[in-house]
């Protein structure tokens, strides 16, 4: 035992000096694990650049839940009707832009305004749900399991009330841009430039972080990185944002888009093929800037630091003067309004609004946060982290469809590596404390 301590005592020192946490790298190093796998297995389908645009769309609408469900779960909290919100809302807006706006108000299909007001209504109902079930936690004193299991009921009942199991389609043309999907020759991605400036702007903030970071610890004393530990991790960052952009565009548009395509621009088609880069979708997009905003909140906002004073101890927070009820009842309602944003990723992407919208997608949010590492026992988890989990999350039902393993032992599978993912986060609190 000492000899191996001794053995792996430089590699301790290395991540010590960057300052990387023992469970994101171990994330990282499963997700590795996963995909070479999985690629072996399928005979190099997994590792494809359609397989790897298709994953990073799927991830994306669980990915965007996830964020705001770390915030609820540091609070002490759960929130189980994320799916059910999310069939709730999805199915709601596509029958504001399908049947509410032109048969009602009889103001036609296909408004340049329709998409914008479709998207402001979904989020302001999943703001309200949220906060609704949030004030029953906070100012009612009912367990949030307790609250959001009725929730979950409550709102797929409320689906199928006023669905009466039809479906909703089609939806308006630009709303559709927001899955990711295509439109005759429109594309729900951004593109081959697009898409580098997006990587290039996304790398300058990276390096402009870290250099206002390492300045912010300086002015303050902190200890900072040593500045070949700096530049490791920046370089490490934008060589990961650059190969998403180089996947992205290493994944042409379907051949019968690149051709019709060539035919309006007057374009004529090589021997081989027109190669046409998709480009970052959409939806990756829309996940990015959740991130940004929901990472903004939680750790620079006042509102942020409440929540995870209130998860790390509820009564020192409300003894510091928090309100720790209107924290709450806020997390929530964020909640809400995330399920509403991936509502609309997920309607739009189908092109439809369906009664089975968003089922066990709570149990795929909620398995994203802990395998990111949020701690169940409160004040602990990253955005960051949540986003990796999703990806880990899709990566092995992705993996598994490739493969053709049938819906039930999927689910076995991931709640096995749900469960370890908890134990391992019990056993690794054991030995800090």
């Known amino acids: 035992m000492t000899a191996v301590t001794s053995a792996l005592a430089p590699a301790s020192g290395v991540l010590r000096s960057l300052e990387i946490e023992t469970r994101m790298l171990g994330m990282i190093a499963a997700l590795i694990i996963i995909w070479v796998a999985f690629n072996v297995l399928s005979g190099g389908t997994f590792l494809s650049a359609r397989n790897l645009w298709n994953l990073s769309v799927q991830s994306a609408s669980i990915a965007i839940m996830a964020t705001g469900m770390v915030l609820v779960i540091v609070s002490r909290n759960i929130d189980l009707s994320v799916g059910s919100m999310l069939g709730f809302l999805g199915y709601t807006m596509a029958m504001f832009q399908a049947v509410w706006v032109p048969q009602s108000l009889g103001l036609g299909l296909e408004q340049p305004y329709t998409w914008v007001l479709t998207l402001v209504l979904g989020i302001v109902l999943g703001a309200a749900i949220g ?100 530049l490791l991790v920046g370089a490490v960052a934008c060589g990961i944002v650059l190969g998403t952009v180089w996947v992205a565009n290493s994944y042409p548009l379907p051949p019968a888009v690149a051709e019709q395509y060539a035919q309006e621009h007057g374009i004529s088609v090589p021997p081989g093929g027109l190669f046409i ?84 997608n709570e149990l795929d949010v909620i398995s994203a946060a802990v395998i990111g590492g949020t701690s169940f026992s409160g004040g602990i988890g990253t955005v960051p982290g949540a986003i990796l989990g999703a990806v880990v999350m899709q990566s092995l039902r992705s993996g598994m469809v490739l493969l053709l393993v049938d819906s039930p032992t999927q689910d076995i599978v991931v709640g096995i590596v749900l469960v370890a993912a908890v134990g391992l986060d019990a056993v690794f609190r054991r030995r800090v404390s």
């Open 131 to 230: 906060g609704l079930q949030g004030f029953v936690v906070a100012y009612g004193g009912v367990p949030s399991f307790i609250v959001t299991l009725g929730g979950l009921l409550i709102w797929r009942g409320l689906l199928f009330r006023y669905a009466q199991g039809q479906t909703i389609a089609p939806l308006d043309r630009t709303f559709q841009m927001l899955g990711g999907g295509t439109v005759g020759t429109n594309v729900g991605a951004l593109g081959e430039w697009p898409s580098w400036i997006l990587g290039v702007a996304l790398c300058l903030g990276i390096v402009g972080t870290l250099i206002a970071s390492r300045r912010r610890k300086r002015r303050y004393g902190f200890p900072v990185r040593p500045l070949w530990a700096e």
């Open 277 to 360: 880069p998709t480009g970052v979708a959409f939806p990756v997009v829309i996940m990015l800037v959740v991130t940004l905003v929901v990472t903004f909140l939680a750790t620079r906002r006042r509102f942020g630091r409440y929540v995870y004073a209130i998860g790390g101890n509820p009564d020192a927070a409300a003894l510091a003067g928090i309100n720790v009820r209107r924290t709450i009842m806020l997390t929530f309602a964020l909640m809400g309004s995330l399920a509403a944003v991936s509502a609309a990723v997920q309607t739009a992407r189908l092109n439809a609004a369906v009664t089975s919208l968003g089922v066990q």
